[in-house]
């Protein structure tokens, strides 16, 4: 009697059967690897978000203020009104870098110069990863366009030409309009001031530091972003160590293009420091002034959001989820 030869191969069917399940698993393993990978991201985000927050109040215990929230030079040997007062020059993304472990950049940077002129100019490039969020596309170490005229001696420095600088993705409020937010709002302070002789102190905040945003994502670098889709330059002189990192926080529209031509305030655009904005879905993360980390969501209604920006409304935080 023959005996019978088992088999030993796969038929084309059965080939393609194989093949077919692979894809579907792919298929459905891709999305929750990319979404495990964007959670480690945001976890990352948040973790700069709590190492600066910490450094502003480890600056705020040292000096009794918090440090500037402007790009403004002293060439000057004093100030009005700042007698027996140490006056600190240079944005507070400069002013916190000994408490996040990088005071040999501090100790080299000069204030009396602007962020690209001189001696400053090769400190633009140094390794700053505290201040990039990952999941935002821009390099750590961008090209941006020339300073705007705001900054003279930066635009001199640079010739009026492109150059290279690490990003800052994280902006401390300066000021919020009050709701409805239309241009001739009362504007009331957030809680980094701009000050040109002293700074904010924690008895300022009289909201209370668990109730007002300390540090806000606003991501992007040197490219203006409306909506995820880059559009153009970002404007000169902002987004950049060194430079112009300071929230305004005016609504637009739901596009992105237009200044107060909708009720968007978080992820419609990173223009000029306007809005809160970062690469995270349907939400935005925030440092608050105790030094706890918060999501804020797109859908958040424009009286939370004023209330929790805004230093000394003396208003009741809603829900911010």
């Known amino acids: 009697m023959l005996s019978k030869k088992s088999r030993i191969a796969f038929t084309l069917v059965e080939l393609l059967v194989v093949i077919a399940i692979i894809g579907i698993l792919v298929g459905l393993l891709l999305p929750a690897v990319q979404a495990a990978r964007e959670a480690a991201r945001r976890m990352q985000c948040s973790n700069n978000l709590k190492q600066m927050s910490l450094a502003m109040l480890n600056y705020e215990t040292a000096f009794r203020r918090f440090p500037n929230n402007n790009t403004n030079v002293n060439r000057l040997t004093g100030l ?44 633009l490039t140094a390794s700053l990863p505290m201040y990039k969020c990952p999941s935002s596309p821009a390099t750590a170490i961008s090209s941006f366009p020339p300073p705007s005229a705001t900054f003279s001696v930066d635009l001199a420095a640079t ?77 000169g002189g902002t987004g950049l160590f060194g430079g112009w990192n300071r929230l305004l926080s005016l609504r637009v529209s739901n596009d992105g293009a237009t200044n107060y031509g909708g009720n968007c305030l978080i992820n419609c655009t990173n223009f000029a420091g306007l809005n809160m904005y970062s690469f995270h879905t349907g939400l935005s993360q925030v440092a608050m002034g105790d030094g706890s980390v918060r999501s804020l969501s797109e859908s958040l209604s424009m009286e939370t959001f004023y209330r929790v920006v805004a230093a000394q409304d003396g208003g009741v935080v809603g829900d911010l989820d």
């Open 80 to 123: 009005p009104g700042a007698t027996g007062q140490v006056i600190i020059q240079g944005p507070w993304t400069h002013g916190i870098l000994p408490y996040l472990e990088q005071n040999t950049i501090f100790q080299q940077w000069n204030p009396n110069l602007g962020f690209a002129e001189g001696t400053n100019r090769p400190l």
């Open 159 to 235: 010739g009026g030409n492109r150059f290279d600088a690490a990003i800052v993705e994280y902006n401390a409020p300066l000021s919020v309009g009050q709701p409805p937010m239309l241009p001739t709002s009362i504007r009331d302070r957030g809680f980094l001031p701009q000050y040109s002789n002293g700074g904010s102190t924690l008895q300022a905040i009289t909201d209370g530091t668990s109730n007002t945003v300390m540090i806000s994502e606003l991501s992007g670098g040197p490219s203006r972003y409306n909506r995820r889709t880059r559009v153009s330059d970002q404007s």
